[in-house]
């Protein structure tokens, strides 16, 4: 799936749309953080509407993320009753920040490859008691600070 490249719309902030490709960065850019982050935070919604944002492990696995939570975890229960979700990293410098949606992985093969992944990058098994989400893209926004507003780009997902 090829994302759509454009400009994020941040009213006062200095970006110019007409210098809409000048600056952009490249996707290669996401993945590269995604993939050698420790830390991850997680935004989701509590039923009451109120945020809540946590730290997880994960991965960054052929194009997506990828992390675990306890079922009865705050963040477990409110992704399972609404499933949009806000990812970002610990970097107010290179900034990456992903939304949409996490499905529940059940795929035996997937999980294997994951929990492997995972040893690697923790020294734990990624399949403990809880659940495995991975999320399904819908916009990610990037940028770096020491040339901002000029790299901020925004890529949005079909």
């Known amino acids: 799936m090829k994302p759509k490249q454009s400009r994020p719309h941040m009213p006062g902030y200095g970006i110019v749309a ?22 991850y935070w997680v935004a989701s919604t509590r039923p009451d509407g109120s945020p809540h944002a946590a730290p ?14 306890g079922e009865n975890s705050r963040k477990g229960r409110n992704l399972k009753a609404s499933p ?10 290179e900034v990456v920040i992903l939304e949409g949606e996490v499905l529940e992985i059940n795929d035996q093969k997937l999980l294997k490859a994951l929990d492997k ?15 495995i989400f991975g999320l399904a893209l819908h916009r990610a926004f990037a940028w770096r600070e020491k040339d901002f507003p000029e790299s901020a780009t925004r890529w949005i997902f079909e």
């Open 84 to 93: 949009a979700v806000s990812v970002h990293l610990e970097s107010g410098d």
């Open 117 to 131: 992944d995972y040893k690697a990058k923790y020294g734990l098994a990624m399949q403990g008691p809880g659940i």
């Open 18 to 39: 007409e210098n809409e490709g000048a600056g952009l960065l490249a996707w290669p850019f996401i993945e590269e953080r995604m993939s050698t982050s420790r830390n």
């Open 56 to 69: 997880v492990w994960g991965l960054w696995h052929e194009g997506r993320f990828y992390f675990s939570t």
